[in-house]
Each structure stands twice: as structure tokens, then as C-alpha cells.
């Protein structure tokens, strides 16, 4: 995850989730879908910076996505506050 400041009052999210990593469309789009959702319940929580993620292994569940994801927002909710 990389995280830069950003001038409007909210939080941004940008994804990258390869080919590569999940070959089939279906995973890629399931793995944006719960990245996409974590970030919506935590948004307004977070200081305003825009986020960029890539998902780099593709042996995880919906769960385990949630809660590394989850675990990041964390650190940055930390370092911010």
C-alpha cells in the first residue's frame, strides 16, 4: 500500500490487481469488490490521502484480504492521528 496526502477532505482509493496474480476475471474482480467494501466502512475514519494497493499473492481468502487490509488502515489511522 502506498499513501500520499491529498488536498480534498476525504480519502481516495485506487487498485491494482494483475493478471498475473489472479488469472481469472472473477478473482480479480471478487478481490476489488472486498477491497473496495473494507474501504467504504473505514473511509470516513481516515485522513485525507489517496491509497493505492496492489495485491500481490493470490492465495487468499475474502477473509484474510479483509483483515490485511484492514490491519493497513490501521497503521495509517495510527500514524495520522
Sequence with gaps: ?????????????????????????HDRNRARRVLRETFRKRRAQLPSVDLV????S????????????????DCLQEDSG
Excluded at 16 to 23: I, M
Design 1 to 25: 500500500m502506498s499513501a500520499v496526502a491529498n488536498r480534498i477532505e476525504t480519502a481516495r482509493l485506487g487498485l491494482v490487481v494483475g493478471k498475473r496474480v489472479f488469472p481469472d476475471a
Design 53 to 56: 494497493v496492489q495485491v500481490i
Design 58 to 73: 493470490n492465495d487468499v481468502s475474502n477473509r484474510a484480504l479483509m483483515d490485511a487490509f484492514d490491519a493497513l488502515l
